[in-house]
């Protein structure tokens, strides 16, 4: 049975969602991946109207339609990640970003919860008829590689990029 549940960032979860981001920056992180650039936003409007933009290509700024989500335990209602699926590649997202980004809060690391939600979101994936999903991570971040591993990605390219360094990009079939 999952202990999480995938959830599209509201007003409603504004309190939550606003403590989830200062974990992150208590802990010294720069960025929380899978967000749809949450880090950035100290106004919790401005961004939930730029993940609402992001729903269509016309107005993502990645130029593709994408959704981002909040992986939410069950148990306490606690928001221990987020994920971000772009239903397409664009040129660029085929070689920095690939259809899923995703990350965990600090304090909830090793717990499973990557993999879980990773599992959740290939799931509206095979909804949105996604039959191949990209994932890209930092070759050193081998946390989230066993994430795509444990999902039955399959690694399929590693090695330099020059605005990333060194990568791996990991493909899982959905069909």
Not at 98 to 120: A, F, M, N
Not at 133 to 147: E, G, H, L, Q
Not at 149 to 167: A, F, S, V
């Amino acid at each position: 049975m999952s202990e999480l549940m995938l959830i599209e960032p509201s007003k409603e979860l504004e309190t939550s969602a606003m403590q989830y981001r200062n974990e992150f920056i208590e802990y010294g992180e720069l960025q929380i991946n899978g967000s749809c650039g949450f880090f950035h936003y100290s106004n919790y409007d401005e961004w939930l109207d730029n993940v609402t933009l992001a729903h269509k290509k016309e107005t993502s700024f990645i130029h593709v339609p994408a959704t981002t989500y909040f992986a939410v335990r069950k148990a306490d209602n606690k928001i221990v990640g987020s994920i971000q699926l772009r239903h397409e590649l664009s040129d660029e997202l085929k070689i920095h970003g690939g259809h899923i980004g995703y990350g965990v809060c600090p304090s909830e690391r090793g717990k499973g919860y990557g993999t879980e939600q990773l599992s959740l979101v290939l799931e509206k994936a095979r909804e949105l008829h996604i039959s191949r999903v990209m994932i890209s991570c930092d070759k050193n971040n081998t946390a989230s590689a066993k994430v795509a591993i444990n999902n039955d990605g399959k690694l399929e390219w590693e090695g330099y990029d020059e605005e990333d360094g060194y990568i791996q990009i990991y493909w899982i079939d959905l069909i």
